[in-house]
């Protein structure tokens, strides 16, 4: 398995993450336009979103998306607005590397805690963010349309206590 690379999710990765998106959320997958909108607030002094790709080298040299993520900060709390990671890289870590990525921007964004949304049927989710902290604090029901599926809200107290890992270029 080849290692996979953190870098900052630019516009020309809209599309390659589309097609990821829409293999593994097929029901819910996010559009074109929320990833344009999110990636318009990423940069800049008044930025308050931090998406991240994961890559790894193709069969012809050339680099393939196998995961991302995205935290959007407000005040002194971060949101994870995604995760996802190719069914291939499941179980090596990379879903980690990118939530460890997130916690370092929430820290850096100064919150003081982190939300998320989960599946409630997503259990390999539910425990990655379990290790790292994350605590179940309530429900959406029927949040995840059109599928009608229901989400645990998880929250992080403190995220700074749960950065670990390596630095990563953006």
């Not at 990765?13 to 929320?34: C, H, N, Q, T, Y």
């Not at 680099?63 to 959007?72: E, K, N, S, T």
Request: proline letters at 3%; a negative charge.
């Amino acid at each position: 398995m080849t290692t996979a690379v953190l870098r900052e999710m630019r516009w020309w990765d809209i599309e390659p993450v589309l097609e990821l998106e829409k293999d593994l959320f097929p029901e819910d997958a996010w559009s074109r336009g929320m990833f344009w909108s999110d990636l318009a607030h990423a940069r800049g002094p008044g930025a308050t979103r931090r998406y991240v790709v994961a890559e790894t080298a193709g069969d012809t040299g050339g680099a393939r998306i196998v995961g991302y993520g995205g935290l959007a900060a407000a005040g002194d709390v971060g949101d994870v607005q995604t995760i996802a990671v190719s069914r291939e890289h499941w179980g090596t870590g990379l879903g980690a590397m990118i939530l460890t990525e997130l916690l370092r921007a929430a820290t850096a964004f100064e919150c003081a805690e982190v939300m998320l949304e989960c599946r409630v049927d997503n259990i390999r989710a539910q425990k990655l963010y379990e290790r790292f902290g994350f605590e179940a604090i309530g429900f959406r029901r029927g949040y995840y349309q059109p599928g009608n599926v229901d989400a645990l809200v998880m929250r992080l107290n403190d995220p700074s206590t749960s950065v670990q890992g390596t630095e990563i270029n953006g």
